[in-house]
């Protein structure tokens, strides 16, 4: 079955980088894209980025443009999220899933950005 496992979060400083990753076993040719997706204690889940999985093409929410940086390794199944310069808004649990949400969730990552 597949399985989606996030990890490369942490705790930083406004300011400072991370790069999170996501390995999906099985089945991720088979999709369309891969979507990064975050979400803060008390709001809804909200879009960060999308990569499709032959072309690469990419597109971003518009609250992270110009500092995150989405990419994928099709040998390694995996996508990954350049975060830089964070913000204390950018604090949230990190998942990844297809375009759809459609995947079983992973227990997401989470990004603590002090101020």
């Known amino acids: 079955q597949v399985q989606l496992v996030e990890s490369g979060g942490g705790l930083v400083q406004a300011g400072g980088s991370l790069r999170l990753s996501c390995a999906a076993s099985?089945?991720?040719?088979?999709?369309?894209?891969m979507n990064w997706f975050r979400q803060a204690p008390g709001k809804e889940r909200e879009f960060v980025a999308t990569i499709t999985w032959r072309i690469g093409t990419t597109y971003y929410a518009d609250s992270v443009k110009g500092r995150f940086t989405i990419s994928r390794d099709n040998a390694k199944n995996t996508v990954y999220l350049q975060m830089n310069s964070l913000k204390p808004e950018d604090t949230a649990v990190y998942y990844c899933?297809?375009?759809?949400?459609?995947?079983?969730w992973g227990q997401g990552t989470q990004v603590t950005v002090s101020s």
């Open positions: 099985g089945r991720t040719f088979s999709t369309y894209a």
């Open positions: 899933n297809d375009e759809n949400g459609s995947l079983p």
